[in-house]
């Protein structure tokens, strides 16, 4: 808020007060020359005007309704002096231009858009792999999402902060990426917390994770009072390797290593390690021995069962044309108490709308200029807003 706002709300404020005093003040007048007028009438006079005159006591006006009329013009002093007080808190209450910002939690790095203090505050967790907080990756991802989501929730007047993972991007001092099991990332989202809170005086930080990033927050939540809500976007809602299964089969360019594919996975959800000599090429960035012992620990996750334990209001948002995660899972996810499903017909799992087809959808993919799907922002605002 501008300067020049303010001294316009303070100087309508006086101006207003000064206007009730003078009612108040014309009410009292008005109410002791009744009084005296009163008093020289004789009795049939005074009743024709409607003064109560008390046999054989003089005549006194009504006292009720001259006590009644000054009540009313205090009361509604106080009701505009209220509105005004709570319209120029409304405009100022921790207000600052909006502005990007870097933040940092220990080594960990991040972007926040920040309205206004007062404002609620959402923490944006990645999905899988060496996605950086816009929502890019170095393999042929390039979509803006995040970045567009917290643009499109600052102008909601929702504050954000989208992070890169430890060992990634700006957080690459943050430790080693191949973590060994969830628990590092969730120790990471703590970290998050507790710098949002010191930087801008929050209570609680909604937290939001897409894909991945949706177990990881749910995991998070837990035993945590200072969680407003999770916001579950494209999250997964059977076990990861049941999902990754999935994902391997369904793509028929997988056909020449689908065999080998599925039996490592089989192996790793069976909590044993897989040596990866002689695999080919094209399946060791999924199956690296330095992420096996990470992804044995995911695949024992129930995501239901975290969403549960969390025991916070959840909104689960899932796009029907998306390739990676199902529908199937966001029903899955909405079986756990205290959420509320949201499906957009035309969104994918990069957050864009994408025709039916799987070359046009894996298309949205690498193009950034896309918009978001428009019903997005709508949903998480609405759930934001509902539970601040």
Same mark, same amino acid.
């Given at each position: 808020?501008?300067?020049?706002?303010?001294?316009?709300?303070?100087?309508?404020?006086?101006?207003?007060?000064?206007?009730?005093?003078?009612?108040?003040?014309?009410?009292?007048?008005?109410?002791?020359?009744?009084?005296?007028?009163?008093?020289?009438?004789?009795?049939?006079?005074?009743?024709?005007?409607?003064?109560?005159?008390?046999?054989?006591?003089?005549?006194?006006?009504?006292?009720?309704?001259?006590?009644?009329?000054?009540?009313?013009?205090?009361?509604?002093?106080?009701?505009?002096?209220?509105?005004?007080?709570?319209?120029?808190?409304?405009?100022?209450?921790?207000?600052?231009?909006?502005?990007?910002?870097?933040?940092?939690?220990?080594?960990?790095?991040?972007?926040?858009?920040?309205?206004?203090?007062?404002?609620?505050?959402?923490?944006?967790?990645?999905?899988?792999?060496?996605?950086?907080?816009?929502?890019?990756?170095?393999?042929?991802?390039?979509?803006?999402?995040?970045?567009?989501?917290?643009?499109?929730?600052?102008?909601?007047?929702?504050?954000? @902060? +989208?992070?890169? =993972?430890?060992?990634?991007?700006?957080?690459? %001092?943050?430790? /080693?990426?191949? #973590? &060994?099991?969830?628990? !590092?990332?969730?120790?990471?989202?703590?970290?998050?917390?507790?710098?949002?809170?010191?930087?801008?005086?929050?209570?609680?930080?909604?937290?939001?994770?897409?894909?991945?990033?949706?177990?990881?927050?749910?995991?998070?939540?837990?035993?945590?009072?200072?969680?407003?809500?999770?916001?579950?976007?494209?999250?997964?809602?059977?076990?990861?390797?049941?999902?990754?299964?999935?994902?391997?089969?369904?793509?028929?360019?997988?056909?020449?290593?689908?065999?080998?594919?599925?039996?490592?996975?089989?192996?790793?959800?069976?909590?044993?390690?897989?040596?990866?000599?002689?695999?080919?090429?094209?399946?060791?960035?999924?199956?690296?021995?330095?992420?096996?012992?990470?992804?044995?620990?995911?695949?024992?996750?129930?995501?239901?069962?975290? @969403? +549960?334990?969390? =025991?916070?209001?959840?909104?689960?948002?899932? %796009?029907?044309? /998306?390739?990676? #995660? &199902?529908?199937?899972? !966001?029903?899955?996810?909405?079986?756990?108490?205290?959420?509320?499903?949201?499906?957009?017909?035309?969104?994918?799992?990069?957050?864009?709308?994408?025709?039916?087809?799987?070359?046009?959808?894996?298309?949205?993919?690498?193009?950034?200029?896309?918009?978001?799907?428009?019903?997005?922002?709508?949903?998480?605002?609405?759930?934001?807003?509902?539970?601040?």
């Amino acid at each position: 808020m501008t300067s020049a706002m303010i001294l316009w709300a303070v100087g309508g404020l006086a101006v207003v007060l000064i206007v009730m005093l003078v009612v108040v003040l014309v009410a009292q007048s008005l109410n002791k020359r009744e009084i005296a007028d009163s008093a020289k009438m004789s009795a049939p006079l005074a009743k024709a005007l409607g003064l109560n005159r008390s046999a054989g006591k003089g005549d006194v006006p009504d006292k009720k309704k001259s006590t009644a009329a000054t009540l009313v013009a205090i009361g509604s002093t106080v009701a505009v002096l209220s509105g005004v007080i709570a319209f120029a808190k409304e405009i100022n209450d921790g207000d600052i231009v909006p502005e990007v910002t870097e933040i940092a939690a220990g080594e960990l790095h991040g972007t926040m858009i920040n309205a206004r203090n007062s404002d609620p505050v959402v923490l944006m967790v990645p999905g899988s792999g060496p996605t950086d907080r816009d929502g890019n990756n170095p393999m042929g991802m390039k979509t803006d999402a995040y970045k567009l989501l917290a643009e499109g929730l600052s102008e909601e007047r929702i504050s954000t @902060v +989208r992070v890169d =993972k430890r060992g990634m991007f700006g957080s690459a %001092g943050a430790g /080693d990426p191949n #973590v &060994s099991s969830p628990q !590092a990332y969730v120790d990471d989202i703590h970290a998050w917390i507790d710098a949002i809170k010191t930087e801008r005086g929050s209570k609680c930080v909604f937290l939001l994770g897409h894909s991945e990033g949706a177990l990881m927050v749910s995991l998070a939540a837990e035993g945590r009072k200072d969680v407003c809500g999770l916001i579950l976007v494209s999250g997964m809602g059977r076990k990861m390797g049941d999902v990754i299964r999935e994902q391997l089969t369904s793509n028929p360019a997988n056909a020449p290593v689908l065999g080998q594919a599925l039996g490592a996975l089989s192996e790793l959800q069976a909590g044993r390690h897989v040596d990866v000599t002689g695999m080919h090429p094209a399946l060791l960035p999924l199956f690296n021995a330095k992420v096996q012992e990470y992804l044995i620990s995911m695949f024992a996750i129930d995501p239901v069962e975290a @969403v +549960r334990k969390a =025991k916070k209001d959840t909104l689960i948002v899932q %796009g029907e044309r /998306d390739l990676q #995660v &199902s529908v199937a899972d !966001a029903r899955l996810l909405d079986k756990a108490p205290h959420t509320q499903l949201r499906l957009i017909g035309h969104m994918n799992h990069v957050l864009k709308d994408a025709p039916e087809d799987r070359a046009g959808n894996i298309a949205t993919y690498s193009n950034p200029s896309l918009p978001l799907s428009k019903d997005l922002v709508k949903y998480v605002r609405r759930f934001v807003k509902d539970n601040d």
